[in-house]
């Protein structure tokens, strides 16, 4: 089960095409809104949810977004500095 802290933040991840389906919270973590997906045949229905995220050799988080099948991965530690205005140590 995941808990919400009353301290936690949410803004949409600043690049595009993925604000408008991804969240990142100031407290690092990442979830998907609830959406739906059009694609050559049918339209699919996509429940939100919270990403888990992968750890690198270096211990940096890093999390692939998806849109329309162009996916990208992302350190979640660049998107926390991206969304909340702050400096990253990786910049």
Known sequence: MIYSDANEKWAPVPVEPYSSAYEVS????????????????FIRHIHGGFLK??????????????????????????LVAMAFGEVSANA
């Open 26 to 41: 100031n407290l690092g973590r990442v979830r998907s809104i609830p959406r739906l997906a059009n694609s050559e045949y």
């Open 53 to 78: 995220g992968r750890a690198r050799k270096d211990g940096t988080k890093t999390v692939v977004l998806s849109v329309q099948r162009q996916r990208t991965k992302f350190v979640i530690d660049d």
